[in-house]
């Protein structure tokens, strides 16, 4: 799925995205994985001091880290394709 429309999706229901899915949106926004410990995978970004950490519960991404993700995105007005 492109990234535009994992974006919609995430934003009409957090609950039901796939961790994959979660984590091509965090890479779409220009997140990169920097260490996984265990079922926790930290991602970083270049121009955000602060770290995304997301976790697989059975296939499912947690939907209150979706939100979390979603929140940097409006906070630092980043765009899909940012790499900055």
């Given at each position: 799925?492109?990234?535009?429309?994992?974006?919609?999706?995430?934003?009409?229901?957090?609950?039901?995205?796939?961790?994959?899915?979660v984590?091509?949106?965090?890479?779409?926004?220009?997140?990169?994985?920097?260490?996984?410990?265990?079922?926790?995978?930290?991602?970083?970004?270049?121009?955000?001091?602060?770290?995304?950490?997301?976790?697989?519960?059975?296939?499912?991404?947690?939907?209150?880290?979706?939100?979390?993700?979603?929140?940097?995105?409006?906070r630092?007005?980043?765009?899909?394709?940012?790499?900055?």
């Amino acid at each position: 799925m492109n990234p535009r429309k994992l974006l919609l999706k995430a934003l009409q229901s957090p609950h039901n995205l796939r961790f994959a899915e979660v984590c091509s949106l965090a890479e779409a926004f220009g997140f990169r994985l920097s260490r996984t410990g265990g079922s926790h995978h930290i991602y970083v970004h270049p121009a955000i001091p602060e770290l995304l950490n997301l976790q697989e519960v059975q296939g499912q991404a947690k939907a209150y880290q979706v939100r979390q993700l979603l929140r940097l995105v409006e906070r630092h007005n980043l765009e899909i394709g940012d790499a900055e």
